[in-house]
């Protein structure tokens, strides 16, 4: 999965980051009979192919979780319109993106609410292969090819950490093909962006080795990789969705903590569950144990349980992409503010 390209009809990457929108069908299955009249029913769009990102709801389905919470969930791939879009016009009634997009999509009259944060630490690397010696902090990147799926939140980013290292910030850039590696390989492009948790594992078990730099340690505010689920605020308004929606993140959540404490077994249940996504197991389970082993997930800060947004962290970062431009209004001009991370988000509805 690469960097989600957050601001355009996006991906749909971590991202902000964002991905691109074309992906592998996934399997729906349903967690509980949807004739029981006293079960709700919860339809999840995916933002891309079927990754790590995604284990808990697949666990949640397998091990029973949804049916213990008397909800039906049914995973759906994206669309290529993206999760914000589907989730807008009511294809779905949740979907996987970051805070950042929501902000990006209501800043042009959508009416999203960003309502679990998957991702408690930056999970997203800008990376050079490592063979390219030249290249050694960002400041190195200033003129270089930057392989991206156009995304100004993405540009922003990156400018920024080249002015921090003491370059000019100017790149230039490449549309990305389906793999960042081999378009960096192909020397297309010199940089891009990555997930440590997938692309950074893949790198450690299959190469390329890869050189790379986050974001928060050069300059960027905040964290830019909330990436999580979000409905649409009109949906919520009906208290039969709101008490769904409340089943569904706590029967997920129980699936990621699952994860968490059973990285193999989780994983091994990923690969199962999602075969139309012919995942590589020692990729998942690497990629699992990487997430268990450093907390991404998770957090230290009392102020802040996994699954909820870290607000000081949110609106640092939001006011940085305001200022940098990122975000337009309907017809294409600034706002009048900054997007606001607490009118965005909330998080009254993770226990």
């Not at 990006?104 to 990376?127: E, I, M, Y």
């Not at 962006?193 to 078990?205: A, D, P, Q, R």
């Not at 077994?265 to 450093?294: F, G, H």
């Amino acid at each position: 999965m690469n960097i989600k390209k957050g601001l355009t009809t996006f991906a749909a990457a971590a991202g902000a980051l964002a991905l691109s929108l074309t992906m592998a069908a996934c399997g729906s299955t349903n967690s509980s009979d949807s004739s029981n009249s006293s079960t709700s029913t919860v339809s999840f769009m995916l933002d891309w192919t079927p990754n790590t990102n995604h284990i808990g709801l697949y666990v949640a389905q397998k091990l029973g979780y949804y049916k213990d919470a008397g909800v039906n969930v049914k995973i759906l791939p994206t669309a290529q319109a993206g999760a914000e879009t589907s989730v807008e016009n009511g294809v779905a009634n949740v979907g996987f993106t970051t805070l950042s997009n929501v902000a990006a999509f209501n800043s042009q009259g959508a009416k999203l609410k960003f309502v679990f944060d998957l991702t408690q630490k930056p999970v997203a690397r800008w990376c050079a292969l490592a063979s390219r010696t030249d290249i050694k902090t960002p400041k190195d990147l200033s003129g270089k090819t930057f392989v991206s799926f156009g995304s100004a939140e993405q540009t922003a980013v990156v400018q920024q950490m080249i002015k921090y290292a003491g370059g000019t910030g100017e790149i230039k850039t490449a549309t990305a093909g389906t793999n960042t590696f081999e378009t960096l390989t192909s020397g297309k492009g010199d940089f891009g962006g990555f997930y440590v948790t997938w692309e950074g594992v893949e790198s450690e078990l299959n190469g390329p080795a890869l050189n790379c730099f986050v974001a928060s340690d050069w300059g960027v505010p905040g964290n830019p990789d909330q990436l999580g689920f979000a409905v649409n605020d009109s949906w919520l308004k009906d208290s039969k969705n709101a008490d769904a929606l409340k089943k569904f993140i706590s029967a997920t959540k129980k699936g990621y903590d699952y994860a968490l404490a059973n990285p193999d077994k989780a994983a091994d249940i990923l690969v199962a569950q999602a075969k139309e996504a012919q995942l590589d197991s020692k990729l998942t389970r690497t990629s699992m144990e990487e997430i268990a082993k450093n907390g991404y997930w998770t957090t230290d800060d009392a102020k802040n349980l996994p699954g909820t947004v870290n607000f000081d962290d949110a609106q640092p970062y939001l006011d940085f992409q305001y200022k940098a431009g990122t975000y337009k209004d309907k017809d294409g001009k600034n706002p009048a503010e900054a997007p606001q991370a607490k009118e965005l988000a909330t998080n009254d509805y993770v226990a």
